[in-house]
């Protein structure tokens, strides 16, 4: 609520304004002497007695009472705005307020550079003082002025200066020119609409506090209401059955009667809704263009990497540093952090890069991962060839074929080299639903299609490479050959090419028995080998033993047991 005595500062100051002459006359009270060309306009008197209290108005008779929601406020608010101007004004320093030294401005903070004032100037910095008259309107009336400062260099609301005194006044068209001169960044208009919308806000904000008492006396009269009908009701009731018990030839009407009292009741319930509903009015009623002087220091930034300038504002008017807008998101912050490129914003808007651990503004277009969330600087980040996204360079590889930057989501892995790939340059295998990549397939020597590696081989004959289509397994060894070399249901070359060995059954048996064969028993030893394997047999009563050995290893490959019947077979 508005008080007393800012009421009667408001309507002692417009008066004088005009041109009446106003004297204190007692606590809340004041008697004005109003000019003849001002006569008609307060009801052709030349003399009012104003009090701003209901107490001022008991202890003097022929006393007007000035109270929010009264008849002579109003009357004043309305004069006001029929011929109010937006007054320029000028600010008188604070009298505690002392100009800063050289030192580095206290109340915002670098966390990660150093600052050093270069110059500083005394300068006036434009404001715009918008007052606005606030009415709640609901089961009774609350009005209350209240006053939005903007900041006319950053195009901000912030707080007034409080117990400021005025320097000078003019009138209306030296605003427009003070407003000019002084470098104002934004327009009046948008100043205007930044004050209604802070006012706005204000009202929104009380509104919603009001809500919750008009909830209550809302929900009494709701309860009260329905307590009252519904005793009539009972009572309506009580008087029906003693008619009926009676048998008395009654010609009242009780169900019509039951009937208005329910319309009534409802009725009656929409008023008391209508009644307590809320209604907000936001109305401006003066304007001044002010003139606050301001202690500006130039102040240099910097980390050894990068450097920036900022302008820190010391506001005399009420000895406190006024903390800089952030140049991205425009909010005022008390912590300035210094980005790789010289830019200077709040923390909000400056990251660090998890790579090179230097701070970057949004404006810098630091991004996070997809992948990770983490964030990075445009210079340890890429864009995917595939997807566009933007990835640490912890999520990105390049292509082993093309070369083109792609992202681990994105990318493939070749099942048989491991290797990471771009989705396009893996191939599908001819025999198989696999994809490797092209230094992993193999084209054949028979039908000429290329297979991954599992399925192809080298064959241990020609040693050149076959598919799996094209290959035959010796009847006698088991070991797999192209189809040139083995025809299929016969045997291979090597088995074909067995020769007897007589003169080293010791290393033979040496041999076997290091691969795990008891071969002591053995004789009429047999040798033949391949690219890739020693052939041996030998041989113990009617059984026929085959081994195959690896050539690289010596290790066993297979071994089979047959049953002869002929020395020669």
């Excluded at 104003?50 to 000035?66: D, M, Q």
């Excluded at 030839?249 to 009656?268: N, P, V």
Aim: net charge negative; with cysteine; aromatic share 6%.
């Amino acid at each position: 609520m508005t008080s007393p005595r800012l009421i009667q500062r408001f309507a002692s100051d417009l008066l004088t304004h005009l041109g009446a002459t106003v004297m204190t006359d007692g606590p809340n009270r004041v008697a004005v002497a109003v000019p003849p060309e001002l006569a008609a306009r307060f009801q052709h008197r030349e003399a009012l007695n104003f009090a701003f209290s209901s107490e001022a108005v008991l202890n003097g008779g022929g006393t007007e009472l000035v109270i929010p929601g009264s008849h002579w406020l109003d009357r004043l608010l309305e004069f006001a705005v029929e011929r109010g101007q937006v007054g320029a004004v000028r600010l008188a320093p604070h009298p505690s307020a002392e100009r800063p030294d050289s030192s580095p401005p206290e109340g915002i903070v670098f966390p990660d550079a150093v600052p050093r004032v270069r110059s500083g100037v005394v300068l006036d910095s434009p404001f715009l003082l918008v007052q606005f008259k606030l009415t709640f309107v609901s089961d009774d009336i609350e009005e209350l002025l209240w006053p939005v400062w903007v900041d006319l260099v950053s195009g901000v609301v912030t707080d007034g200066p409080e117990g400021f005194t005025w320097a000078s006044i003019t009138d209306g068209s030296d605003a427009e020119d003070l407003h000019q001169r002084n470098e104002a960044q934004i327009t009046m208009d948008s100043a205007l609409a930044l004050s209604r919308t802070a006012a706005e806000s204000e009202a929104a904000r009380r509104a919603e506090e009001k809500d919750k008492e008009i909830e209550h006396r809302l929900q009494d009269e709701l309860v009260r209401l329905d307590e009252f009908y519904g005793d009539l009701l009972q009572d309506l009731e009580k008087l029906e059955e003693s008619s009926q018990r009676s048998k008395r030839e009654d010609h009242s009407d009780f169900g019509a009667e039951r009937t208005r009292l329910k319309e009534e009741k409802q009725r009656r319930q929409q008023e008391a809704l209508d009644k307590f509903q809320l209604k907000v009015v936001v109305r401006p009623i003066n304007a001044a263009h002010c003139l606050a002087p301001v202690w500006v220091q130039e102040v240099e930034v910097s980390n050894g990497i990068s450097a920036g300038t900022i302008s820190v504002h010391y506001d005399l008017t009420r000895g406190t540093v006024r903390h800089p807008p952030c140049p991205d998101c425009g909010e005022p912050t008390g912590a300035v952090h210094l980005c790789r490129r010289g830019h200077l914003v709040c923390p909000s808007c400056a990251e660090t890069c998890v790579h090179c651990q230097q701070v970057f503004c949004t404006s810098c277009r630091i991004f996070p991962c997809p992948l990770c969330g983490r964030h990075t600087c445009p210079d340890c980040s890429g864009s995917c060839t595939v997807c566009g996204e933007v990835s640490c360079r912890e999520h990105l590889l390049n292509c082993e074929d093309t070369g083109l930057l792609t992202c681990s989501q994105c990318a493939t892995d070749c099942p048989a080299c491991r290797r990471r790939y771009r989705e396009a340059p893996l191939r599908r295998c001819a025999q198989g639903e696999e994809k490797v990549c092209s230094s992993c397939l193999t084209q054949c020597v028979h039908c000429g299609s290329s297979v991954c590696p599992d399925h192809i081989f080298q064959c241990a004959v020609c040693d050149k490479p076959a598919c799996t289509t094209d290959r035959a397994t010796c009847t006698e060894c088991l070991q797999p050959y192209c189809s040139s070399c083995c025809p299929a249901e016969e045997k291979c070359p090597t088995c074909r090419s067995l020769f007897p060995v007589r003169q080293a059954e010791t290393d033979i048996i040496s041999v076997l028995t290091s691969a795990g064969v008891d071969a002591v028993h053995l004789s009429h030893w047999q040798l033949a080998e391949d690219l890739a394997h020693f052939l041996v047999v030998g041989r113990r009563w009617w059984w026929r033993h085959l081994f195959v050995l690896d050539k690289a290893t010596m290790g066993l490959v297979a071994r089979r047991r047959h049953f002869r019947l002929f020395r020669n077979r």
